[in-house]
């Protein structure tokens, strides 16, 4: 039976990807074997020895302290693309707002209130104040190809738009799915030279912080539409409200409201709505689930923040789990205790990422009880579990 703890509420429909019968799910337990969380901050928790995964029910990780997850040989996964299509038609409704005025006019609108028959002549006279392009045949840069990029490109293409994309890292599966209508560019600087729209959808990290600043605005077409529903520190705010002061930036939209941009002229701040939708939250519920249930019971990892992606088929009568340092002879180490156990090896498949590997072997005989203490034993060695037995 495995503990499942939940740290915030999980929408029932994720929840329902454990089996009863072998998952026992609470929001308090004294020894969790995983745990569920969404905005819980995590930090100051202790982690029980018991814990072998967590997994976040959304994107970002900065409320899990992932390094000392990855000490304790504690798998982390996130759901990146559950929320995909709730970003993606906000970044829509982003660019519609960012070119037609239609907040203003709304705004405008409702101070109507009272007038009467003038409201009609009212309209007409004033209604040139809130006019802007249409999309159709308008160049829309799209910066980060990962789940949310390819799909924003693809309706953009689809609405007409010139769309040029521009991801150095894209994966073999986004390019798959990446509309033949979307050109390729060659640099970020080509891109941003070209667009009279942008979108923005790589992760925040100390390489891409300030990814758009001054000296980037600065090879912009004027009036371009930027939109931001990625991560706010993507943007120099500073740079950013010089830009649209001077009308070189015409509308910024962001997900992510912050001080210095409330009340900028220009700016349409919303308040981080990108995947608030019953639909995003139980995609997510679900693949945090399943990334949980999973791994429990095959072993293979998927979207994990902190050990590689290992994913193997079944091929012996029982299979066992290693995480360890990246560094040298550790198979070999690990292959020699087997070998002495008389234990013959069915197959095996050894990833790594950064600093650590992870070992997913299939053996052709049941392991003795003594077998996983005598792993555990190797310098360097994180964790290893027996996984399942197929007798």
Not at 145 to 171: E, H, R
Not at 206 to 219: C, H
Not at 345 to 374: M, Q, S, V, W
């Amino acid at each position: 039976m495995y503990r499942i703890q939940t740290l915030n509420k999980i929408a029932s429909k994720g929840l329902n990807v454990f089996p009863r019968e072998e998952y026992e799910i609470a929001s308090e337990f004294s020894r969790p074997d995983a745990i569920l969380v969404r905005s819980a901050d995590m930090h100051a928790m202790e982690l029980p020895s018991s814990l072998r995964a967590i997994a976040r029910v959304g994107v970002g990780t900065n409320n899990i302290p992932v390094e000392r997850c990855t000490d304790a040989g504690v798998v982390v996964f996130n759901t990146p693309g559950a929320n995909a299509n709730g970003v993606k038609e906000m970044v829509i409704a982003g660019l519609l707002l960012s070119s037609r005025k239609i907040l203003d006019g709304v705004l405008w609108a409702r101070g109507l209130a009272g007038k009467g028959g003038e409201i009609p002549a009212l309209v007409e006279a004033e209604k040139h104040r809130f006019g802007g392009p249409e999309l159709l045949g308008k160049t829309f840069g799209v910066v980060g190809l990962g789940a949310v990029g390819v799909l924003v490109a693809n309706v953009a293409a689809a609405l007409g738009m010139q769309v040029i994309g521009y991801d150095p890292f894209i994966s073999v599966e986004s390019a798959w799915r990446l509309s033949r209508e979307v050109q390729r560019a060659q640099g970020l600087e080509s891109l941003l030279r070209q667009c009279d729209y942008l979108s923005i959808h790589t992760l925040l990290s100390d390489k891409t912080r300030g990814l758009l600043n001054a000296e980037r605005f600065s090879l912009m077409k004027p009036e371009i539409r930027i939109m931001n529903f990625a991560r706010g520190g993507l943007v120099n705010n500073e740079d950013l409200i010089e830009a649209l002061r001077c009308g070189q930036v015409a509308a910024y939209v962001t997900d992510f409201p912050e001080e210095a941009l409330i009340g900028e002229p220009g700016v349409i701040a919303i308040p981080h709505l990108g995947a608030s939708t019953p639909e995003s939250e139980q995609n997510c519920a679900v693949m945090a689930a399943e990334h949980i249930k999973t791994f429990f019971e095959t072993g293979n990892i998927r979207q994990s923040v902190n050990f590689p992606d290992c994913v193997m088929e079944t091929t012996g009568k029982s299979r066992l789990i290693i995480a360890n340092k990246n560094i040298p002879n550790m198979v070999g180490q690990i292959t020699t205790i087997l070998a002495a156990e008389k234990i013959n090896i069915a197959d095996l498949l050894n990833r790594h990422r950064d600093g650590l590997a992870y070992n997913i072997i299939d053996i052709d005989t049941e392991p003795a009880p003594t077998l996983l203490d005598k792993l555990r034993a190797i310098e360097g060695v994180i964790m290893a579990r027996e996984v399942f037995r197929t007798s």
